[in-house]
């Protein structure tokens, strides 16, 4: 499965774990989180008030 923005938080870290740095990194405690279960990364970033595209290009997947 390719990663894109369109993916769930919860895909993310299954398929990356490591994800779970860059995330922290930008302020998101997306681990812990119930709700990144069925959020998706496009959607994280926006509550969290993070450029998608900056985002996308750290966790070096497709937007």
């Known amino acids: ?18 994800s779970a740095e860059v995330l922290f990194k930008f302020g998101m405690g997306c681990v812990g989180c119930a709700i990144a279960r069925g959020e998706t990364i496009k959607e994280a970033a926006m509550a969290h008030g993070i450029p998608l595209d900056e985002l996308v ?6 937007a």
């Open 57 to 62: 290009s750290a966790l070096g997947i497709a």
């Open 1 to 18: 499965m390719e990663l894109t923005a369109d993916s769930t938080i919860y895909d993310l870290l299954k398929a990356k774990p490591e």
